[in-house]
Every structure is written in structure tokens, then in C-alpha cells.
């Protein structure tokens, strides 16, 4: 088995997941510049390869939003393949490192908090649905 024909297939995959639970993905620093500047909230989930992501983030990300309080916008950068797209978002994270996968919760461009990797790993997705619907409950709107 090509390795580089396998990964193709496992980032597709995850690219997929993510805009088909209704994010909007950036992939170039323009298109990050132009939806995080918007005003409202926003969640950026911040995608990657590893298992957390996808057995625990993805999930989490789709299901999060089926809730009567969520975010005006939702985006996601993917992190080790649009770099320059993910890099950008990151320079939106004041005060948080890098961390993937991740979420960050933004109300009118700038940064309120980070659900971080350590907030994932280790976690089931219920566990990051409840940490996400709580940053929901505590900034958004009832929709």
C-alpha cells in the first residue's frame, strides 16, 4: 500500500467530516483573515490526522451545535496540511500555543477561550461536547 495514497484518503476523510457537520474550511490566510474578522462568535475547530481528532474532535464538532445556544459562525483550518491557513488562525489564539486538534471560540475577531488538545485527548466526545456547549451557554445566543 502507497503510504502517500493512504494519507490522501485518511485527510479527505477528515476534511469530509467536518464540512459536511456545517463548518466553513479556510485554506488560505485571506480566507482566515476575512471570517475571523467577521462580527458575531465564532468556533474554529482546528483538524488534524491523529485519532483524537477523529475519534473524539470531529464527532465532537458536529454534534456540539445541535444545541439551542451556538456560535454565529462556524470554520475550520486543518492543521500539518493548509499551514500557512492554520499558521494565520493561530495568530488569533493570543496567549494559547499551538495545539491540534483544538477549538477556539472567538466573539468579534478576538479570542475568548480554547478547548486544547489536553481538553481532548484522553476525553470522550460527550466530555468535549459538554466543554464546548458550556462556552456556548456562556457567550451565544439562543438560536
Known amino acids: 500500500m502507497d503510504f502517500n495514497l493512504f494519507m490522501n484518503d485518511v485527510v479527505d476523510a477528515a476534511r469530509k467530516d467536518i ?3 456545517g ?3 479556510l485554506t488560505t490566510p485571506d480566507e482566515v483573515d476575512q471570517a475571523l474578522s467577521r462580527e ?3 468556533l474554529v475547530m ?3 490526522v491523529c485519532g483524537c481528532a477523529g475519534g473524539v474532535a470531529r464527532p465532537a464538532a458536529a454534534n456540539a451545535v445541535h ?3 451556538r456560535p454565529d459562525h462556524l470554520v475550520t483550518v486543518f492543521a500539518g496540511q493548509d ?3 492554520t499558521e494565520k488562525a493561530r495568530g488569533y489564539f493570543e496567549g494559547y500555543a499551538p495545539s491540534s486538534p483544538s477549538f477556539a471560540f472567538l466573539k468579534d475577531g478576538k479570542i475568548v477561550t480554547m478547548v486544547e488538545r489536553s481538553d481532548i485527548e484522553g476525553f470522550g466526545a460527550v466530555d468535549v ?3 464546548l456547549q458550556q462556552v456556548f451557554d456562556q457567550n451565544c445566543k439562543e438560536i
Open 67 to 69: 444545541y439551542d445556544k
Open 83 to 85: 499551514r500557512e491557513a
Open 129 to 131: 461536547i459538554g466543554k
Open 46 to 48: 482546528v483538524n488534524s
Open 19 to 21: 464540512k459536511e457537520a
Open 23 to 25: 463548518y466553513e474550511e
Open 40 to 42: 458575531g462568535t465564532t
